[in-house]
């Protein structure tokens, strides 16, 4: 789980260089790829029930906040979902 974090908060921090509306859209973005340099760099040792607060709470909120900002996208008069 916590690679998948990992995968995550680099996916929004890429985000954040090439469109920073867009992930000003995303509410917790900064949180999660916070949460993935404590992971990668190891920072400090992580508490469990942060990552798991993270997958069970943060995570659904962020999962939703994609799905409605992708489906008010559209690439080439195409819709993206």
Do not use: C
């Amino acid at each position: 789980m916590e690679r998948q974090f990992e995968i995550i908060g680099e996916a929004l921090s890429q985000l954040g260089k090439i469109s920073p509306v867009l992930l000003a859209r995303l509410p917790g973005a900064r949180n999660a790829f916070g949460l993935r340099n404590v992971l990668i760099h190891g920072y400090a040792p992580l508490d469990s029930g942060i990552v798991w607060r993270a997958a069970t709470e943060d995570l659904p909120r962020l999962r939703s906040a994609i799905d409605n900002l992708l489906s008010g996208l559209a690439i080439d008069d195409v819709r993206i979902r």
